[in-house]
Structures are given as C-alpha cells and as structure tokens.
C-alpha cells in the first residue's frame, strides 16, 4: 500500500489497534524510566532502550525476510532521523525525570502534536490543517492542561523551592516533544512519500541508526555505576523491547495510514496513561481535573484524525 492510500476495513481496524497499543505502551514508559533510574544513569537508560530496541527490530526484519533500501540516500535520512527523533529524546527524557514525575513527563510529551503541525505545515510543507484539525490540537492541549492541573502544580512547585530543576526538566521534556514533531514531518518530507521503504524497514533503520549512534557516544553518557534489581531489569527490557523496538514498529504502520499529524496524537493518551498508572501503583488520588480532561484529550483525537467533524468542514489537504 502506498503512503496515505485508504485501508481496506480489516487493515483500518488493525492501524487502529496499534495506534491504541502505542498509547498504552508509550504511556507506560515513562513509569519504566522513572523505575531505572533508580539504578542506573539517565544515559544508561537511552542507551539500553536504543540498543535493546535495534536488537528486537533486527530479529523482526530476519523473520520477515524484510528488503531494506539500497540507496545511500535513504540510510543518511534515517541517520537523521535516528539522531534528532531518538538519540536526543531519549536522553533528554531520561535526563528530566531526574526532576520531574513520570507523569508530568508523559503529560508534556503531549506537545507533540504542535510541533509536529507546525513542522508540518510551516518547515517541511508537507500537510495543510483545516478547521477540524486545529481545534482538535487545541482541545488535546486543553485536556492536558486540564490533567496536570497548574494552580496545584504551582503551588507545590514553589513550596518545596525546586522551581529551577523542575523548569529545567520540563524544558528538556519539551526540547524532546519539539524533535518528535521533527522527525514525524522529516520522515513524511523525505522518506515515506517516497513509497521505497515499509513499516518494518523505517523502523529497524530508525532504532539503528540510532543505536549505531549511542555506541559511538558510549563512553561520554553510558559509563558509569550500576546497580540492578529484578525491578530495574524488567523495566528495561519491557521498556527496550516493547516501548522501543516493537512500538515503533507499530508507529511506522499508523505512520504510513494516517500521515504525521494524526499518528502524532497518540501523545494525547499518554498523560491519561500516565494518570491511570499513578492511581493503580502509586495509590494517588484521582481529582476531578483527570477525567475532565481526559474527554477533552479524546475528543482532540477524534477531531485531529477526521474522524469527527464539525458541519461546514472539509478534511486536510496534503502537499
């Protein structure tokens, strides 16, 4: 199937599956870093995902027989892609949530959508947001907003004087939520619409390349001591695995499907996952704001992939 061509029913619905997979497993993640890096560096924890992630998508591209490109071309594009949509995100995650909450980190990944219409449609030129669209951005922000609740977060932030950390780990969150919006327009700008590599191949190239990378650097951000419990491992192999070598899998098939701006919503779930996690494990307690902006989160959803729209409304051009 070429990119962005209509599914049949049976493909629609398994895209969709996926699409909510990546939610859940994405959501969860960032509970999985906030657990090793109780034992381990924040850079020890980017670089065991990457690595673990490339050996899982290694073995997917064997067992599928999976033709990869021939052109030099293409594996430069996915250095790129592999340095500013993993490398740096990675690190710069596992980095913040040395201050900040899992969950806040979950909840700022959120941003993405932004990033990524604004790469979109104002670097790469690769989509036109109409009507439906821009709302549905917006009220998955506001269902965010909603979530974290900021007069609490305010309050808290500057009774326990951690003011400075906190921004600094939220603007690391950020930084990693303005190179997911790179990536995903990057990618449909210079790889995809090309129609020369599958769901499969672009994510195996991806995680490599990426992975190629983090052990080059291995000696600046993942040497260090090591302490590790039955916890910690599960974490990380959930968390490299799973999170990282066959969600991206999954995220490359509802990529091709939906184009950038619509898979990109799938950082609308997370904080809700995020919530949902805290609640489960960590007993805290569940305010009114969560499922208020929960709905507002899903509804973004809904308006940002087309699938509700407002009379008088068209879909979403591309270019």
């Not at 599914?7 to 997979?21: C, H, I, S, W």
């Not at 591209?61 to 594996?75: D, E, G, I, N």
């Not at 036109?128 to 922000?141: F, H, M, P, Q, Y």
Request: hydrophobic content about 55%; charged content about 10%; proline content about 5%.
């Amino acid at each position: 199937m070429t990119p962005f061509q209509p599914a049949a029913p049976r493909r629609r619905l398994a895209v969709t599956v996926q699409f909510a997979a990546l939610g859940i497993v994405w959501g969860s993640s960032f509970l999985f870093m906030k657990v090793a890096l109780g034992g381990i560096s924040f850079g020890q924890v980017a670089w065991t995902r990457l690595v673990l992630g490339g050996l899982t998508l290694a073995v997917i591209v064997l067992v599928t027989r999976t033709r990869l490109p021939r052109r030099p071309s293409v594996y430069l594009h996915f250095l790129v892609i592999g340095v500013v949509g993993c490398v740096i995100p990675f690190l710069l995650f596992a980095w913040a949530e040395q201050y900040v909450s899992s969950g806040l980190a979950s909840i700022y990944n959120a941003v993405t959508p932004i990033t990524t219409a604004l790469m979109a449609t104002l670097v790469f030129r690769v989509e036109r947001l109409n009507r439906d669209r821009v709302l549905g951005v917006v009220a998955g922000i506001l269902g965010v907003v909603v979530i974290i609740g900021p007069w609490s977060f305010v309050a808290n932030d500057a009774a326990h004087g951690s003011l400075f950390t906190e921004l600094a780990g939220q603007l690391a969150c950020l930084g990693s939520a303005v190179c997911y919006g790179f990536t995903f327009s990057y990618l449909r700008r210079f790889v995809t619409s090309k129609g020369t590599v599958g769901g499969i191949g672009a994510a195996f190239l991806q995680i490599a390349s990426g992975a190629v990378v983090m052990l080059l650097i291995t000696p600046f951000v993942a040497l260090g001591p090591i302490e590790l419990n039955l916890p910690i491992v599960l974490c990380l192999l959930t968390l490299g695995i799973v999170g990282t070598g066959v969600a991206y899998f999954w995220n490359m098939n509802v990529f091709l499907a939906w184009g950038p701006t619509a898979t990109s919503t799938v950082t609308y779930v997370t904080p809700v996952v995020g919530v949902a996690l805290g609640i489960l494990l960590l007993g805290e307690h569940l305010s009114w704001n969560a499922p208020v902006g929960a709905l507002l989160v899903f509804l973004g959803i809904l308006l940002a992939q087309g699938r509700l729209r407002l009379p008088g409304s068209s879909a979403a051009a591309k270019v």
